[in-house]
């Protein structure tokens, strides 16, 4: 009967020596999103999965082919901000 106490599709984990100050500001965070330190925890170690490992990310940037442009990147951002200010001053006039 015991055993099948222990039977369970997740499974625990269990973090020792987490400093004072760390653990208070997790369970601050988490009252103030209304939920359980659990839950908090849980969410933070589910979005940290979520998100490809560097390493993995890397290689696959390195896969790509580089990317070449014809105009330099000076040219393009002084042309960016030509565009950005002339809307500026279009929508000051309006006003």
């Known amino acids: 009967m015991l055993i099948a106490c222990y039977c369970h599709a997740m499974s625990n984990l269990q973090v020792k020596n987490v ?10 965070r988490a009252d103030a999103r209304g939920i359980t330190l659990r839950d908090f925890v849980l969410e933070l ?3 940290e999965v979520a998100r490809p490992d ?14 070449t442009s014809a105009e330099s990147v000076v040219e393009a951002l002084d042309d960016e901000r030509a565009q950005h ?11």
Not at 19 to 28: F, M, S, T, Y
Not at 54 to 67: C, I, M, S, T, Y
Not at 85 to 95: C, K, N, Q, S, W
């Open 19 to 28: 400093p004072e100050a760390v653990h208070d500001e997790l369970r601050r």
């Open 45 to 47: 170690l589910r979005r």
């Open 54 to 67: 560097f390493h993995d990310w890397l290689a696959r940037v390195e896969q790509r082919p580089p990317v």
């Open 85 to 95: 200010e002339a809307h500026l001053g279009r929508v000051l006039d309006r006003r």
